[in-house]
Nanobody, 121 residues
C-alpha cells in the first residue's frame, strides 16, 4: 500500500497564491498519472490538473493559465501551484495517483486525505 500526504492548504485572499504538495509514503515502480481533484460543498469531485507518466499535462478549463502541476519523480511528489486564486476555487483538494507499486501487479488508484483551500477576503 501507499499513502498520499497533502500539505499547503489554507486561507488566502482573492488574487493570492498557494502551493499544494503531495508526497507518496514509499517508492513507486511505475506511475500512470498523478493528479489533483477538488470538491466544493454540494458539488461532485472534479479533476483540476493531471500530469501523465510521460510528462504531459491536462488542466480543467476553469484553472488553465492560473494553476501549474509539476512532478518530482525522484521524490514521488506532485505539486500544484495556484495563482490568481478566486473565491470559486474554494474546495477540499485531493491528491490522486494511479500507480503500479511493484512489477507484475495491477495499477491501482490512490487518494490523499484532502486539504482545505479557502479563498476569501
Amino acid at each position: 500500500q501507499v499513502q498520499l500526504v497533502e500539505s499547503g492548504g489554507g486561507l488566502v485572499q482573492p488574487g493570492g497564491s498557494l502551493r499544494l504538495s503531495c508526497a507518496a509514503s514509499r517508492s513507486i515502480f511505475n506511475i500512470r498519472s498523478m493528479a489533483w481533484y477538488r470538491q466544493a460543498p454540494g458539488n461532485p469531485r472534479e479533476s483540476v490538473a493531471t500530469v501523465w507518466g510521460g510528462g504531459g499535462t491536462n488542466y480543467a478549463d476553469s484553472v488553465q493559465g492560473r494553476f501549474t502541476i509539476s512532478r518530482d519523480n525522484a521524490k514521488n511528489t506532485v505539486s500544484l501551484q495556484m495563482n490568481s486564486l478566486k473565491p470559486e476555487d474554494t474546495a477540499v483538494y485531493y491528491c490522486n495517483g494511479i500507480y503500479q507499486l511493484t512489477p507484475g501487479v495491477p495499477f491501482r488508484e490512490y487518494w490523499g486525505q484532502g486539504t482545505q483551500v479557502t479563498v476569501s477576503s
